[in-house]
Antibody, heavy 118, light 113 residues
Framework: QLQESGPGLVKPSETLSLTCTVS??????????WGWIRQPPGKGLEWIGS???????YYNPSLKRRVTMSVDTSENQFSLKLTSVTAGDTALYYC????????????WGQGTLVTVSS | DIVMTQSPDSLAVSLGERATINCKSS????????????LAWYQQKPGQPPKLVIY???TRESGVPDRFSGSGSGTDFTLTISSLQAEDVAVYYC?????????FGQGTKLEIK
């Protein structure tokens, strides 16, 4: 199971920070990939980035300059930071799991809405 | 990036009739060394996260009804619902995972006629 958490409102130019808490499997002991996908209101899905503990990290080239993903193995959580946000970053943010780097996303969190506004 | 283009953008089908959604990739997502197409289909109902329906272009995820099927290879793919049920109303997305810069189609909204 995956559960996103974080502030629902972020000011323009600030940093968006979200956490995904994973239950049922240890992030550090598995070969799974863990990722973030977002969905602006009423629009389609955009992949942000994915990583595997002890493995590779991949970012969407269009967001790469602003994105950092990290992991907290003690809490079995992984996090997303997106810097210099604008209204265009307003979206429902999902965390998800894939079997490896070349597999689809088979488990998704429920998503958390982040609004960028002053 | 591999661009994924779905057609149509929206579709209205009568209950019990066949629904067909197409997905085209800007380059092949077929890997010849394992004979697999790196293409998935997701179903997203209102207020819910996407749900994996089909992967490897034609393999149904566990628990998905057999009225759902996927076909195609290379750059052209199809999701077919053989007999539309009311609970199939959703937006459907294709996604390629051939490249680790994953990309989704724009989505196809499926409604009841």
């Amino acid at each position: 199971q995956l559960q996103e958490s974080g502030p629902g409102l972020v000011k323009p130019s600030e940093t968006l920070s979200l956490t995904c808490t994973v239950s049922g499997v240890s992030i550090s002991s598995s070969s799974y990939y863990w990722g973030w996908i977002r969905q602006p209101p009423g629009k389609g899905l955009e992949w942000i980035g994915s990583f595997s503990y002890g493995g590779n990290t991949y970012y969407n080239p269009s967001l790469k300059r602003r994105v950092t993903m990290s992991v907290d193995t003690s809490e079995n959580q992984f996090s997303l930071k997106l810097t210099s946000v604008t209204a265009g970053d307003t979206a429902l943010y999902y965390c998800a799991r894939s079997g490896d780097a070349y597999n689809p996303f088979d488990y998704w969190g429920q998503g958390t809405l982040v609004t960028v506004s002053s | 990036d591999i661009v994924m283009t779905q057609s149509p953008d929206s579709l209205a089908v009568s209950l019990g009739e066949r629904a067909t959604i197409n997905c085209k990739s800007s380059q092949s997502v077929f890997y010849s060394s394992n004979n697999k197409n790196y293409l998935a289909w997701y179903q997203q109902k209102p207020g819910q996260p996407p749900k994996l329906v089909i992967y490897w272009a034609s393999t149904r995820e566990s628990g998905v009804p057999d009225r759902f099927s996927g076909s195609g290879s290379g750059t052209d793919f199809t999701l077919t619902i053989s007999s539309l049920q009311a609970e199939d109303v959703a937006v459907y997305y294709c996604q390629q995972y051939y490249s680790t810069s994953y990309t989704f189609g724009q989505g196809t909204k499926l409604e009841i006629k």
